[in-house]
């Protein structure tokens, strides 16, 4: 019989925080590192300066821009996720089986990101024809439901192991260590295919599913199994969704959560869009930058973004955690019409990442623990996270598929400077969050 936990259990929480170390591996080498520069290598060409010269690709006939392509699949994969987590944490929470539903998730994504190993477009020759994608790219699309699915009940333990006050220090850990475990693997990966050449780029992928997999066991022993709230002779679906509509029916009577969410959904699609779309950014828009230096600039990123995440901390509790956000916030705009206006040579680019680095790991630790602090004393967490998570994940389906419908009309630097009205309606409806 499993032991009994109270909040601020030692043995719990450093599970619960060795689950950022084990998945931050994909958002890191999958959505931002290795996987896209290889997609973006493999499906355009380029001129004798590195400067992009055809990028189109063909998937089942359809014809598009290959980055384009890349935020539609991707947006696609946070609409399901929007779809099936409110249901799917219902149900969690009226069967006691948030652990399993996390596991669930864990493995899919872990296994869909190894899968990558396959992904190889076809093309004509060096003529100017479309890139032919087929099957191989749908791992990804399974890869990124795992990932922001698993995230929904990985979240909604935080209230359950600890208290209030010692939320924001706790997810900062979590965010602080989750860039130390994937920077090391992206290290290891480098210096295994890169500097020593003794395996292909492709087993980055397998690797990143073994490191995941692998790691999450050691959370998954750690964390507690939760007791089912289900009425007896209630079927699961049923009583799942008379648990999101109870949930529901609180969130609306809560002015704080309601707009605090509103404010969420705004600022968090812009900061997400911008983490997953900056390497195809630099690899079309950069003159001269080579695969090193944006490898460099992701690990630059990695490494300041832990000591964000202890700085913004800090911040928020001495000053609160509206103030601290909305600093955040202003940073990051500035920083969109910076690389605009100024961001074309690798220098330039290595400025703009390391002010991500800083703000990208303050922006995230704060945004999941001031959701956790406003949440009531409640069995149901899993039900509250999951609509936290269906604002997040609309968000960025409106944010990735509008970033490629603008590069599909105008220009990808064009795409960056949208995102600003993102940040200030974030900011605007922020500033109505009636928080200390």
């Given at each position: ?255 704080v959560v309601r707009r605090y969410i509103a404010s ?114 409640t069995e149901d967490h899993a039900s509250y996270f ?51």
């Open positions: 019989m499993e032991k009994k936990h109270s909040k601020g259990d030692k043995r719990v929480i450093r599970g619960w925080l060795f689950y950022d170390w084990a998945n931050s591996v994909y958002p890191l080498i999958i959505s931002s590192a290795i996987f896209p520069i290889m997609y973006e290598s493999l499906t355009s060409i380029k001129d004798g300066s590195g400067k992009t010269i055809y990028d189109t690709i063909s998937f089942f006939g359809m014809e598009m821009k290959n980055t384009a392509f890349y935020a539609y699949l991707v947006g696609v994969s946070y609409l399901v996720v929007a779809l099936i987590s409110p249901l799917l944490s219902g149900i969690a929470d009226v069967t006691g089986k948030k652990k399993r539903f996390l596991q669930f998730f864990c493995i899919l994504g872990a296994s869909s990101a190894s899968l990558l190993y396959f992904f190889n477009p076809s093309n004509a020759g060096n003529e100017f024809t479309p890139y032919v994608i087929g099957w191989d790219i749908l791992p990804l699309f399974f890869a990124s439901i795992g990932f922001w699915a698993s995230l929904v009940y990985y979240n909604s333990y935080l209230p359950e192991i600890a208290d209030p006050e010692d939320h924001n220090v706790i997810s900062a850990k979590g965010f602080s260590m989750g860039y130390l475990g994937s920077s090391i693997l992206l290290i290891v990966i480098l210096v295994l295919t890169q500097f020593t050449q003794l395996m292909p780029i492709r087993y980055a992928f397998p690797l990143v599913g073994l490191w995941w997999i692998g790691f999450a066991m050691f959370t998954f022993s750690r964390l507690p199994h939760v007791d089912a709230v289900r009425k007896e002779n209630v079927s699961v679906v049923k009583a799942g969704f008379n648990e999101l509509r109870l949930v529901w029916k609180d969130i609306k009577s809560r002015l969420y959904f705004m600022f968090n699609m812009a900061v997400q869009t911008v983490m997953i779309m900056a390497t195809a950014f630099a690899n079309k828009e950069i003159v001269g930058i080579k695969t090193q230096d944006l490898i460099v600039s992701i690990l630059l990123i990695q490494f300041l973004g832990i000591l964000g995440s202890v700085v913004f901390s800090k911040l928020a509790t001495r000053f609160g955690n509206r103030l601290g956000l909305s600093i955040a916030i202003v940073i990051w705009i500035g920083l969109c019409l910076f690389v605009y206006f100024f961001v074309f040579l690798p220098w330039q680019f290595y400025i703009a990442a390391s002010i991500v680095g800083l703000v990208m790991g303050g922006i995230q630790s704060l945004a999941r623990s001031t959701y956790s602090k406003m949440l009531p004393e999951s609509f936290f998570d269906v604002s997040e994940k609309i968000g960025l389906a409106i944010g990735t598929i509008s970033f490629g419908l603008i590069e599909t009309f105008t220009d990808i630097r064009t795409s960056v400077l949208a995102l600003v009205v993102f940040f200030i309606a974030g900011i605007i409806l922020l500033l109505r969050v009636p928080i200390k």
